[in-house]
Nanobody, 120 residues
Framework: QVQLVESGGGLVPTGGSLRLSCTAS????????MGWHRQAPGLQRELVAN???????NYADSVKGRFTISRDNAKNTVYLQMNSLEPEDTAVYYC??????????????WGQGTQVTVSS
């Protein structure tokens, strides 16, 4: 089983910044893609950004130029630096990771979510 523990959410004013972190633990042999999704009340969960093991990144159009995703493979940790936050960024942010165990079984796991609230 893989555990993803997120941190860094909170309340910030419009234009503020936050940095989210997510660390994966367990009998992990390798992690392919790590990413962040978000879900606002009444809306579907959507991809914010992800990054593969080679550092290739993918961003939602709504966050390009404002958010930066990065990872530390040695620590099984992914980060999301969020700048110029807008009230529309208010949501629960979920970490996601997929990869393989030492048993060669695959995994695709989610964190418990961290609340990000941007006040207008």
């Amino acid at each position: 089983q893989v555990q993803l523990v997120e941190s860094g959410g909170g309340l910030v004013p419009t234009g503020g910044s936050l940095r989210l972190s997510c660390t994966a633990s367990g009998r992990i042999r390798s992690i392919n893609t790590m990413g962040w999704h978000r879900q606002a009340p009444g809306l579907q969960r959507e991809l914010v950004a992800n990054i593969d093991s080679n550092g290739r990144t993918n961003y939602a159009d709504s966050v390009k130029g404002r958010f930066t995703i990065s990872r530390d493979n040695a620590k099984n940790t992914v980060y999301l630096q969020m700048n110029s936050l807008e009230p529309e960024d208010t949501a629960v942010y979920y970490c996601n990771a997929d990869g393989g165990f030492y048993s060669n079984l695959p995994f695709n796991s989610w964190g418990q979510g961290t609340q990000v609230t941007v006040s207008s």
